[in-house]
Nanobody, 114 residues
């Protein structure tokens, strides 16, 4: 059983930056592809970034060039560096397996507003 705890969200002005962190308890194989998802009010949850165990990354078009995903296999953490934030990035952000999600954590709220 994997438990996921996301942190680092908050209120930021457009153009600002935030770094989200995800800590996993339980064993995550280093080959597991991990991802960051987000869910805005009234919208479906979407995968915005993923990272394979050996470091290959993939990004949704909406965040490519602005977001960076990192992982530390030794610490079982996955971070999301978000730059040049836009109001449309406002959502609850979650980390999880990129293709076969485990139980969802509580997420962390990101609000981009002036």
């Amino acid at each position: 059983q994997v438990h996921l705890v996301e942190s680092g969200g908050g209120l930021v002005q457009p153009g600002g930056s935030l770094r989200l962190s995800c800590a996993a308890s339980g064993t995550i194989l280093s080959i597991t592809v991990m991802g960051w998802y987000r869910q805005a009010p009234g919208k479906q949850r979407e995968l915005v970034a993923s990272i394979a165990g050996f470091g290959r990354t993939n990004y949704a078009d909406s965040v490519r060039g602005r977001f960076l995903i990192f992982r530390d296999n030794a610490k079982n953490t996955v971070d999301l560096q978000m730059n040049s934030l836009k109001p449309e990035d406002t959502a609850v952000y979650y980390c999880n397996h990129a293709s076969r999600p485990w139980e969802w954590g509580q997420g962390t709220q990101v609000t981009v507003s002036s």
